[in-house]
């Protein structure tokens, strides 16, 4: 019974590595996550206690992953991973990164249940992933920004209606229907008029999603702790040196972590991180044989 | 802040559908259970309740899928899933089937642990997954045989390792140096005449691995219940019909599920249950816009 | 100036085998053939001539990739070449396939263009192409049937056509504006009772395409002589055996081909041409490592 | 005999769409050019008129794909078409771009033969290719980079090659022999102690290739000419416009395109041709739909 008879079939399997040198974000969705809400008495519009367990769950997959996923952006019962444009992670192969990270981030969602839920859970949540590659950093920051703009515009909505349900006592289908077609503009005013609401007050996590991102600089860590590295030069490249993570063995904690609230369209908190989306696209990130 | 300046980003996804009419294999493998094993004190060479476990969790991935996947084959930490042929599950989107059968088997992994382990889970289970996909009929019966002649061939090495090391105080380098080189022949004569230990005696579960297929036949419930279904016909093919589920929409229970540790390399199994992998080659199985 | 510095770029290339066991199918069409045609005064609504210039481009490419390709079916401007499913070309590699295919036809177009055309090149002819891959006999059969049919619909429109055109005077839209909606019956009794044409006695080339096989059989020449290859063969499989072709040395000339022009969606020409499309999907097809 | 019933077999078909945003490079070679160069006399180390003759070929296809393609750079037997990020042609897809440009420059290769070879075409020539996608623009230029250092690593052993053979008698193995490990300095001094001959001297066509462009600034036509088009735009990104060409009705001639034999390893020309490799990373490349 031995098995080199058979072993041919693993011919069948293909090669699938993620073009070199593009950005790849790893987006995870909840599946039937409006099913699963309901059924565990999520709190409505957000709750707080299931969005930090995504967090928590998130960081879990950054710790694990530290010097290959830069950071990950998380609203409602998605999330996304940007992977490093230089990382050479199981060797690139899309299969096995997608379906570590959704596996990582499942088991962690199901394992921290109970403290951060007081429900008891009744069946397995379930989320399904996939890969989009993105050549240029401008492509990655409006990916960010077109998940941070869905942020709003849904968070917008869900609490204008649920003001209607339950404050105003209207019928989901009623809530629904006076919605229909209005702006931003008219959304916020509704909540202003009708229910005292300034919407700009509302919790930050609610409004900006949420972005974990390694933290910077505390006790005896100065990031980004970079060694300069000589590429192969001649005259016209000549100087160009870049900087790697040294981190690599230091496994980072949850307080190496930041979860922030702030805004990812605009520029200025890109200005004020711009290590993260290093190397800047003129600077030719290293590509490794894998 | 309108998502819709952002919503090219989306262009950069690919398509990623399975060439439709091959079976395809989807097989999880657990990420440093080496590690993990020892962690969570797994008996040696195999731990029933951490097998039990994983079957569990392939059940309710079959479950979930009833109508899409065949069969499931498992051994140690690794799982197999078999989608027929025919099937259009998410339009036969690889991303998207593989991370939903890897998070729900993850899920249910840490959701039901403590049922069946009486250790309290220290760090999240993580399972990898690939996609393979198998032409024809034959391919796949040598792709499972592979697998249950590498269960066989793995579990014949572990019970005479941990043999050596349980029963007879060897060291673990010791007892691998002890068997290296020794084919089958001299691991079951040394498990005989050193540990009287019979190894065709040994659980079926360990030499066979665990097979998951519908159960046919119990009340009220008759396997497989198919109609018969017009295909387009013409002269040369009239008459050209075949069987589909009639079950979709009857929810299947566990008890609707066979474990079975049996021989899945020879014949005998697939005549038994010639449903299994129907439609055969020359009956072209239904190929559906996806 | 090393080229070692640059060589990275390399790493970009993908990996596009084509996956093994699979028929394939790579066909090549025309591009902008309505203008290229009239430019070069083809004769309507068939022109025999570029027919069989064609008809030699493929035989070129048969000859030469005589042990990997197992026919070619060709109509109007396009032509179709069946990968064998055991072919290890170029390593399955797609790109090279699918490459060296369309440019050996266009080469051997352009070069024998003299030869059957009578009117000078005005511009380079060029043809594009794609590949597609069939599991299982059963849909090379049909795609081979659609083609086939194709030919029959495109063949009897055309004839009507410019039966309309050239015979009866009506101009191009007013012949479309006649024919539109008909069905193939009444075509063929426009066809009878308008201009005396049983479409039945038309051209076999023109109602059928052409089919180019290796020519069985002659002098010296038993085909297919395929000498016995043993499988690893175990009790179950013991005994599977098979044929492989023992020409590979012998290089084929165009006498050794057949150009057809027969019926291939009934049954009738693949009973007798059996060996065509062997191995059959029962027998396992042999998958070496590329 | 209707065709819809054997129609699902295009459901095979496969999206191969190349990734949006991307610099794709399309690389032909000669299949078994060294053999065919030997059946038609190419003269050693360069045949200058076989040189000119691919130089024609891949003009047709810069004319053919005047909006699509950027520049193309060609030695030996080998020609490299670079694609621009923002293109769209064939909606992207590889297959058909690929298939369609080799057929092309093969088709032109063959109708020009006469015009540049004095000896008759024996047999067919045949191009294969590949496409391989750069994410930013360092990386293609360091893929251009390699072809022309690769280029002169060639050219300087042929040529010290070839002046052993022709001028001082040796055999091809005793050539083989005496150039074994010598590096370029090495090869240089041969060149000049032995033979007389100035590497430097050497026609620049055959020390750095053929990079061909479209001429800028000839009577009544000034490059580039581009028209602002607005970009959606929001306060962090307003003024973000760009230029595209006019020309788009304009069927360039062979006077449009300029054959250059010049250094594009170093900065000095790509800052002269800055529009070439335009736009810049920095500037998002417009994503439209296919």
């Known amino acids: 019974m031995a098995c080199s008879r058979f072993e041919y079939v693993k011919l069948f399997e293909s090669h699938d590595r993620l073009l070199p040198g593009c950005w790849a974000v790893i987006r995870l969705d909840g599946r039937c996550f409006t099913s699963f809400a309901k059924k565990h008495s999520f709190r409505k519009p957000n709750d707080e206690r299931a969005l930090n367990l995504s967090n928590a769950a998130a960081k879990q997959v950054l710790k694990t ?120 503009k008219e959304k916020n005013e509704l909540l202003f008029s009708q229910f005292g609401i300034n919407y700009n007050n509302e919790p930050q996590m609610f409004r900006k999603g949420s972005l974990i991102i390694r933290r910077p600089g505390n006790e005896g860590y100065e990031f980004p702790k970079r060694r300069r590295v000589d590429q192969p030069s001649n005259e016209d490249h000549k100087g160009t040196t870049y900087l790697v993570d040294m981190q690599k063995d230091l496994a980072p904690s949850d307080d190496d972590y930041h979860v922030l609230h702030t805004d990812i369209i605009k520029d200025d908190f890109w200005k004020q991180h711009h290590y993260l989306l290093w190397p800047p696209d003129d600077s030719p990130p290293r590509i490794r044989k894998t």
Chains 1, 2, 3, 4 share one sequence.
């Not at 909505?157 to 989901?172: C, E, I, M, P």
């Open 65 to 184: 992953f530290d010097n290959h996923l830069v950071l990950a952006y998380g609203q409602s019962d998605e999330y996304s991973f940007v992977l490093k444009r230089e990382s050479n992670l199981f060797s690139r192969r899309e299969s096995k990164i997608l379906s570590t990270v959704v596996s990582m981030f499942t088991s962690v969602y199901v394992l921290m249940w109970s403290k951060f839920m007081d429900v008891e859970l009744q069946e397995p949540p379930t989320f399904d992933g996939r890969i989009v590659l993105y050549p240029l950093t401008c492509h990655l920051r409006d990916y960010l920004s077109w998940r941070q703009a869905d942020t709003h515009v849904n968070n917008l909505f869900n609490t204008a209606f649920w003001a209607l349900v339950d404050q105003d006592g209207k019928s989901l289908k009623e809530a629904e229907k006076l919605l229909k077609g209005t702006n931003s």
